[in-house]
């Protein structure tokens, strides 16, 4: 499975932008899908996971009620929408594919290349 994140971009503070993540196979649409991010200097993060279907979704304490995920199938996409964002979510975003069908912050095995976002003070 090959994955492409895409959507990234400079917006300030406050502002909003949407991700997304196409994989290569639909094969993508029996797993969960997580997005994760490593802001500079920092480690790697969990962000967000969603279910294969879409019915479940995980988030991050520091993104919750700000950042929401969801998928289509039909397109083998999906979807990170930011919002209020804040500039300590400047990093580099990726998406990745589980093993499993259920939304965790570990077990991913397939991961795209990431796209920046940059969040201005």
């Known amino acids: 499975v090959q994955l492409q994140a895409s959507g990234g971009g400079l917006v300030q503070a406050g502002g909003s932008l949407r991700l997304s993540c196409t994989a290569s196979?639909?094969?993508?649409?029996?797993?969960?899908v997580g997005w994760f991010r490593q802001p500079p200097g920092k480690e790697r993060e969990f962000v967000a996971a969603i279910s294969w279907n879409g019915g479940n979704t995980l988030y991050a304490d520091s993104v919750k009620d700000r950042f929401t995920i969801s998928r289509d199938n039909a397109k083998n996409t999906v979807y990170l929408q930011m919002n209020s964002l804040k500039f300590e979510d400047t990093a580099v975003y990726y998406c990745?594919?589980?093993?499993?069908?259920?939304?965790?912050?570990?077990?991913?095995?397939?991961w795209g290349q990431g796209t920046l976002v940059t969040v201005s003070s």
């Open positions: 196979k639909r094969t993508a649409s029996n797993n969960a």
């Open positions: 990745a594919v589980n093993l499993r069908s259920v939304p965790t912050s570990s077990g991913y095995i397939y």
